[in-house]
Structures are given as structure tokens and as C-alpha cells.
């Protein structure tokens, strides 16, 4: 038996001997610059058990406007680096809607938590495919298209999100029209909508032009 | 020099014995399931080179409406499959303009033709970033992002686009609100958008609810 | 404006002319071959919301054993077919443990939920990074690594893990030793453990050999 | 109302006030060292529109040998990086030939403009796949293999090239046996070419051996 | 201890009564059509340990010419699927040259057996990278690039090559030109040879035109 | 024919003036940061030939246990950056054992050289595939899975080892188990091994706890 035993430690020490070391995984250097595959890793050296736990994750209690959001990407949990998804929650009070919006480059997938939380995508051949989520169904939302959310129900809702993407963004189709200076007559002409339906959706986003 | 020479169609020989034969493309089988990478590849036997030629790439005449488009995907033109992109083009009479629309899980890029092309995105930070494009001007959008372009000169507008998708898709922010069934009670809360103002673009775009 | 609007649909149609439609999403169809890069997708025609909802991922009431678990992958939730991720939750009571497993090809994500549920994985050069997770802490399981997990406090606990394959496996390093015909004399010399032992454990998993 | 727009305004001080910043593009950094997955990102702070822009994307006079070519590719066009394509054009008076070349690991698709394009590819089972291009056509060379092109017509030829690399290199068969100082009699026997012709064609593209 | 040996059989059972199992492997079935990402998976029931074993890698004895070569990849060996890659190896006896030639999307990887090997490539800027390896030495041929070898010495030759493709193809320059009827005045003018050197090697390679 | 070589030189020079070179390949700067995708590039300048070979790939006189293994993956040899493949070599003397073990992320392609190799994996379902391997027999171990091997017969055996990824690491079972801290009780309920060979195996492998 014992020379088997020597043969593991000499194989071992073949590979540790090199002065790269074998890669389980790649904590992202965040003070690195981002690459498109993701950041580059964080020198082994000093990475802890910490560095792949996030405790952060938890909802607050209810702001003034009842509503709660936490948020777990790479760039506030490194060890998501090159995974390919994130993690988010929230928590909407009766009556709260999450308003027309998309991710670029990601699928989102709902975990409804208590409430009822409905929600709808709308395919690129115009068909609106909504549903009222029971408590633990899943629900999926394919990559880039316009989707929203509202609390359906009595009482508050709650929902796990999956988003396929490290580090997911948001576009928020009101404050992309009107939370910016893009002129008036260009929103006009590329959405249809009335001048003075423009300028009363600009004064409300904090918009100008 | 004999000797090599025989060893060559050893070679190959003994490559082609197989019953399945190196590939040096994958034309889409169309009448096959499409999958997450593509299509099945059509069968080698009987391709030639018009499998790899696509003559229906040409605007037309303009239409009554002074527009012309014509689009190379995969869906048409197979011999794309699973290259990753696809290629449009498309001229603008003057004044016409391209509405608010995004490509899902695509990113763009413009080639300008003659006339003045003006196109903008919007970033998820709400940035608008915008160009009125010189001939020859190339132009990226950055994938999944909303969008829009118009014809801002005299005469008109002509453009070639690649999309980084063979089988691309276009969301078209109008008709995903007011081109179906979409109840107005929740575009008005997911858009902020007033009841009027809906319901005038549902009568324009032919949609209910 | 008309003009424009008549591009919109001109657009459309000169897309949907075509025989193969563009694709937002690839929903599995379980009934071709998986290949590598995931299943074929389901015919579009037919597709409803209910393609994109998933209402099985519920823990039952706890068994006799007091756990229970529920999953969530391409082979049950088609729509997850090209994601790259699947979900899977569970209810451990006091005292019970996961043994020591991997997942091939698959990083791990634990959402703690409520109870002290301590997990912990072994890096290939032998460190163990353990942690017990308070409520609403995520941990990070890297690919392929062993790892285990057991309730270390009072009353029950449960968890949400993300799992970076739609179609993950669990290999449970007790079934695979001993829990089929795999010779004794290969297991000592392959794992150094004493024939009693082995018998042993083989009693218990249900191998022979 | 105000309820939901403040959680929108909340969900994105959220994102924001962390120090990385949710990515919608990844222009590349062309100081930094390249990955086998592109460039590092330029740092988000002070891009602007023409960041995305591309302005020498045109082809000038014709130069004292009736030929000129354009290029866009991540070296002079930082946006594409990422991307996995790049842009050419060029234009050939009456009469003029590109050589034998390949492109390592990119796949070329011509849009063929005014004139008479002739070209061909030819497939590992040394089949050849040639066509003359009408105005508009477009036609696809699979991934490395050998080709060439030539003005067929009276006139001048014009196209589009687009490359499956965002940095693609080209190899000129000749220029690689014949521009370098690689031993004649090496070219003999890995070639079949005579001795003499070896000479001749080295003395023509200034390569020694 | 019980329960939790419980709850392991449990959740097996849960996994396994989907009618979709878990996949550790994804063995080619060669009678289904190729997609870009590979087969799709032969059914799981039926595979045996002879699926993983392949059996013909081996060199025959010299053949008139005195060479021999073996080659796995997924035509003959299914269980590659999805690997990304393949293996020959190959014999020279004394003097046998390999032509220049290229592999159309695969890197080569030669690992050197008995004799004196002497390979290159010429990069895309006309770098010749030639070297003589010893018995041993691994040599990476980039993708793509046009390469050779040859034996430089005494005795035979071995090497083992691993090609990072698991269909590769090889492209010989000589056969590609000469080995079809590839128009002679085309020849002529894509690679500057003289007419009397294309028609002595049409000879030679059997092609015509 | 001029005409045709000066376009050629400047297509080139087009393409050389730009302070980006197209790329060939990208030999890893082991002194940078790893990245998801790789190691950036070490700089084009004063690459030569022999930063493409790697020279100690040879197994040494048997040690002392009479067993020897070399290995080449990018951290020794830099070519192999971004090839996404590594090889190893051994050489087992009579009686030697590989103790059950598995690479996180990595297929492994054993090619069997002399002597008699008897190799096993166990799939996710526990069943075992195990074969004595003749001179040339290639064995595909799928990612990730346990798997072990040994000198079933007279004489040394020899193999030669293919892993599908270019860093890739190993994960010994009884150094993961026994070669560290990790609590005995913890081991004990999490692989049902009894204290005592829980201890024999501590002492064995130099753990503790």
C-alpha cells in the first residue's frame, strides 16, 4: 500500500511544484478590469471560506413605500464570476407594480414566493404570455424581451429571481423614454405617442427635451 | 517522392472509409427541429454551390410607402446556421422613420449607405446615445438594447445591418403594447401611460383590450 | 405617419413570409434525443404561457424521515432547455444530513433559508471551506467539487440551490462505492478503507461484491 | 402611482451604489493584453456616442493599382470587441485576382456589390465550390478553407466581407511559402513544386531559402 | 442515521421518476444528423463499458510504403461527442514526408514518439515556426495555420496528435489545387505559378482542367 | 499579375499599420491574471518557435516507488492557453494503484500504452464501467465522475492521458476525507465510515480532527 500512497503524494507534488496552481474556481479581482468573459480571478492566495458566502442577501425592512430589493451579481458577490447567472429578491406591498422593462442578454426566471404575483412577457411576434403565479411556481421570461409584474392579490408578494447573466442590467422602458434628455420630437416620431403625453411622462421621470 | 504521395491517400483513405465524413460546414436542415445551437445539418450528399449562394438578398422597387427591406437569416439562407449572425439591408424614402424596437440576445451593427441616417440607443443607465451617420459610417448597438433610427436628410436613406443571431427577432415597442390584446389597465400601470393615450395607439395598431 | 406604420408591417410580414419563424425561445421537446448542446425545440405552434410555468416545485408535507425535496430541470420544466441552470429546494429536520457528493459539470448555489444549515465543500488541494449559513445567505459550491451539508441547529431547515446545469446529476460517493457490484478488493486498494468496513457499508447500500 | 416609481428609482440606486456597474457593452481597452475571449473592457467613465462610431470605413481613390480596401476589426474599431465579427470592403478594377488565401478559425460571407465577382472555396475533400456573384448576392466560405477571387467582368468589382473573428488574419498561400526565408527544398518536398519554380516565385515575393 | 439514508433513496427515486434521466455523458448516435454542438445523444439504455472503449487505434503493420496512421474521432469512436476533440497517430518510415497542408477550426497538438520529427507552421504575418523534436517534446500547430513535417533522420518516425476538433478535417494545398478540375488559367493566376508546373501536377494528383 | 501583388501588399500593410496584429494564437502571460476564459497574451514580440514547444514531457527513471508522471498544462506549458485540453503521461509498476479520485470540469481520454490497465468510472446512477485496457485501447472518462485505475498485470503499464481542459485539477477521495481538519464526526455522519477507520486513514494521510 505505501507505494501507492508515495505515488499520490509525488503526483501532488509534481503539480503544486509548477507556479500556477490547479484552478477549482475564479473569485473575480473586481479592481480588475472586466473582460467579456468575466473578471479576471483573485490571487489564491488569503481566499477564505468568506469569499463564497454572501450575507447580504436579505430584504430590509419596508421603506417608506413598502417595497424591499436584494440584489446578489458579481459585482457585490465576486464567487459569482463566471458562473452565468445572479441572484435576485424583493418584496411588493398590495398594489405595487413593477413596471414595462427588459434585460439585455438575459433570461430572468421567477420564483413566486407568498402572494399573488402576476406576471407577463410579450413575445417578438406580439403575443402576451401573462400568468398569475401560485405560491412556489416557477416561471421563465426568455432572454431580452419586454416583461413586467404587478401584486395581484391581497396582502404583500414575494419572489426569488434567477437572471442568466453575472452581472445583469435593467432597462426600464419609461426611464430609457423619459429620464433623459432625448428629444421630444424623436420620442414622438419612433413611439407614436402625443406630444403631451410625452412632455406629462417626462416632468414625472425627471426628464428634459 | 512516390511514397508520400501514396501515403496521402492512405490518408485520406483511410478518413473517408468512415461512415461519417469530416465536416467542413453544417447547412441548415430546415425541415429538422431547430436547437439551442441550430439546426441539424442537411445531409452532404447533393449540396453544391448554390447551398452556399443566396440571390434574393436585393430591395425591390420601392413600395407605395417608399420603403424596401430585404433580410439573409438562417430561416432563408441556411447555409448561415450556426455562424452566429445574419445580415439585412433596407433603404428609407425621406422622412420615414424606424420606431422604438430591440433585438433580443442581438447586438447590431450599421453600415451607412448614401443619405442621412440618424440612429440612437439607450442605455440601461438611460444614456441616449445617438449619431446621424456619414456614408460609410459603421455603427454598433450593443445587444438587446432599445433603439430607433430615422432618415434626417434630403432623399433617401440606405443601410446594411449585420445582427449577431442567424435567426434574429425584432420587439417592436408599439406593437408589443397596443398590437394585441394586452388589457389597457395594465399598460397604464406597467408604462404610466394615460387611458386616452392607449387606447388611440390600440385603435392605430389594431390591438384590443 | 402612416408611412411608417406600413414599414412596421411591411417589415413584419416580409418575416414571418418565411417558413421558419424567428425564435424568442427553444422549449425543450423531450420527445427527440437530447445532443450537447440540449434538446430540439418543441414545434412553436401550440406554445401557451403554461409552456413557461412550472407548479410541481412544492415540498409535499415531510415524509416519514421528516425531508423533503423538489426539483426543477429541462426534464420536468422543458422551458428551462438551454438556460444552463436548473433550481432544486429542500426541507432537512433536525439532525438530518446530504452525505458526501458532486455534481459532474455543475457549480452549486445555496439560498439559505431559515435554520442553521452548515454545508461545505473540499477544494483539490485538500482545504475544507465550511460555513453554517444563516437565513438568506448564498454560498458557492465550485464545479464538479465534493461537498456535503447537514442541519446543525434546532428545528428544520431549508434551502434553494441553483444548479449551473438544466439537467443536473448528483453522484453520492457511499451509492457509488458501495451501493453496487463493485469488487471489494478493487474498493480497499482504490480507497485504502478495510474490508470490514466495506462489507459493511455494502450491507447498508444494498451492493454485493 | 408614486409608490412603484420610487421602488423603480430605488431598484436602481440599488444597482448603482455598488462599485461595479451592471454592463451593457464591453468596448474593448486596446492597451491592455488581449484574452482568449477579447479585450478588457474601457473603463464605462467617459465613453461617448463615438466610442460606437467607426468613420474610416471607406474606401479611397482608387491607389496607382486600381485596388482599395477598407477594414473594421477590434484594432480600429474597439466596439466589436466581443462581439465575434468583423467588416471589410474593397473594391478590384477590371481584371484583378485575389489570391489563394484562408483565414485561420473565421468564416468569411460576401455581399457582393456592382461588377463581376468570381469566387471559390475549396472543401477538405478538395471539391470546388466557385460561382460568379450577381449585384447583391451573397455567398458563404466555411470556416479556413482555401479560396480566392477575381474580377471576372468588365469594370470594376465591388463588396462587403463580413468575418466570423473580430480579429481576423489572413494567410496568402504564396506569400507563406514564397515571402519568408523557408528552405527551398523543404518547399519541394512538402509542395511537389519544382526547384526552379520555387526560385522564380521567391524571387517575385522577396523570400530567400 | 436511517433517515437520512432514506432521504438519499428518496431523492434519487425523485430524480430518476422523470422520464428524462440525468446525463453524465452524451454518446453519439451516428445515424441521427450532426447539429453545430455535435449528435444528439445515443439512448441511455443499452450503453455499455464498450461504448467508452475504442479499439482500432492501432497501427497496422508498414504498408508498401512504409507508414501507417490510426485515427479516433466521433465517426469512429462515438463516445468523443461533445469532447471538442480527437487523437491519430501516424508512423513515417525513413525520408516519408507530410505535405503542407491545413486543419480547417482545429488547433494540433503533436506529441513526439521515437525518431526525428521535424513539423512547422507559417503564421499569418509569414513566420516559419519549424523545429526538430526529440523524443518527448509536444509541439501546438495554432488553428488553421498551413503545416508540414517530415522525418530528418535515421529510422522511422512515431507521433501521437491530439486535433482540438472531434470531426477534424485536413485540407492538403497540393489537393486542393491540383486533385479536381480546378480551371488551370485560375490556378495560374490565384497562385502565380506557371502553367507548365500546374499541368505536371494535375498529372500527378489525377485532376483535370 | 504586378497589379495583383502590390493589392496583396496593400491588403497587408492595411493590416499591419494598425497597432493591433491580427492574432494567430495566444501563448498564455502566466504573470498576468487568470481569467474564466484563460490567461491573457503574453506579447507577440519576441515569440519564437520554441514558446510552442514544450520539452519535459518525459517521464523520469522510476523513483524510488518505481512510478513516474509528467504532465503539460498551461501552467508549464504556456501554448496551450486557450486550447481548452491538457495531457499527462505515466508509468505504473507492477501492483500500482490510481486511488478513486475525479477531475472537477474535466473529461479524461486514456490512451493505453504496454502492460495491463484495468480503469473505472461510476456513473451518476452508480453503475460501474470498468476495463482492462489493451496497447492502444483509448477509454473516454465522462466529466467530473469518480474513477480510479491500476496495474492488473505483469510488468509496468504505461498511458498516456488526454483532459479536457488545460488546468485542469485532481480530487482524491481519501485526501479530501483524510487529509485535512475536517471533523471526524463530520466525516462519520457524512460517509457512514466508522470512527476508528476514520482514524486509521487520518493517520494514514496525515490529517487531524
Chains 1, 2, 3, 4, 5, 6 share one sequence.
Not at 468575466?38 to 463564497?52: E, H, L, W
Not at 406580439?126 to 396582502?155: C, Q, R, W
Request: hydrophobic residues 40%.
Amino acid at each position: 500500500m505505501t507505494p501507492t500512497i508515495f505515488f499520490l503524494f509525488g503526483f501532488l507534488l509534481c503539480t503544486i511544484n509548477s507556479h500556477v496552481v490547479a484552478r477549482d474556481f475564479c473569485i473575480a479581482d473586481l479592481n480588475s478590469r472586466d473582460t467579456p468573459a468575466g473578471y479576471p480571478c483573485k490571487s489564491p492566495t488569503n481566499i477564505t471560506v468568506d469569499d463564497f458566502v454572501f450575507s447580504n442577501f436579505k430584504l430590509g425592512k419596508p421603506n417608506q413605500f413598502n417595497s424591499s430589493v436584494a440584489t446578489a451579481y458579481v459585482g457585490n458577490f465576486p464567487a459569482l464570476n463566471g458562473l452565468g447567472f445572479s441572484i435576485a429578491r424583493g418584496e411588493l406591498e398590495e398594489g405595487v407594480t413593477i413596471p414595462l422593462h427588459l434585460h439585455p442578454d438575459t433570461s430572468e426566471v421567477v420564483i413566486a414566493g407568498s402572494g399573488n404575483y402576476t406576471t407577463g412577457f410579450i413575445s417578438s411576434d406580439n403575443v402576451v404570455y401573462m400568468k398569475t403565479l401560485a405560491e412556489g411556481d416557477i416561471f421563465v421570461i426568455p432572454k431580452g424581451l419586454l416583461h413586467f409584474g404587478f401584486n395581484s392579490g391581497k396582502g404583500k408578494v414575494s419572489a426569488l429571481f434567477v437572471l442568466s447573466h453575472e452581472n445583469p442590467s435593467i432597462q426600464i422602458v419609461d426611464l430609457a423614454l423619459f429620464g433623459n434628455k432625448l428629444d421630444s420630437s424623436i420620442i414622438q416620431k419612433t413611439t407614436f405617442l402625443d406630444d403631451a403625453q410625452i412632455k406629462k411622462l417626462k416632468a414625472l421621470f425627471k426628464g428634459s427635451g
